[in-house]
C-alpha cells in the first residue's frame, strides 16, 4: 500500500523554525521526485519546492529562497522540509507529493502555524 505521511508541523512564533519529514512506503522512493506543497486558508494550493530523485536538483518558490531548504534521504525513503525564519504568511497546511511520470502520491498534510 502506499502511503505518503507529513509530520513535524505545529505552532512557531515569527522567526522560529520547523522541519517537516515526509515519510515514503509502498514504492520505489529513490526514483520518485518529491514536491512540497502548501494551502492556505481561503487560497489554492500552492508549490513551494521540488528535489529530484538524488538530490542533485532543488527548485523553490521564490518567496521562501533563502529561508526553506528541501533535502531527502532515499536510505530512509523520507524527504525533509527545513523552515528557518518563519512567517505568518508560511501558515498552511503543508503536504508532500512523490511523482514519476504520470504516477504521483500525495500525502494528507501537516498544519504549520506561525503566531505569536
Known amino acids: 500500500q502506499v502511503r505518503l505521511v507529513e509530520s513535524g508541523g505545529g505552532l512557531v512564533q515569527p522567526g522560529g523554525s520547523l522541519r517537516l519529514s515526509c515519510a515514503a512506503s509502498g514504492f520505489t522512493f529513490s526514483t520518485y521526485g518529491i514536491s512540497w506543497y502548501r494551502q492556505a486558508p481561503g487560497k489554492e494550493r500552492e508549490w513551494v519546492a521540488f528535489?529530484?530523485?538524488?538530490?542533485?536538483?532543488?527548485n523553490y518558490v521564490d518567496s521562501v529562497k533563502g529561508r526553506i531548504t528541501v533535502s531527502r534521504d532515499n536510505a530512509k525513503n523520507t524527504a525533509y522540509l527545513q523552515m528557518n525564519s518563519l512567517k505568518s504568511e508560511d501558515t498552511a497546511v503543508y503536504y508532500c507529493?512523490?511523482?514519476?511520470?504520470?504516477?504521483?502520491?500525495w500525502g494528507q498534510g501537516t498544519q504549520v502555524t506561525v503566531s505569536s
Open positions: 507529493k512523490a511523482a514519476f511520470g504520470a504516477a504521483a502520491y
Open positions: 528535489i529530484s530523485t538524488t538530490g542533485g536538483v532543488t
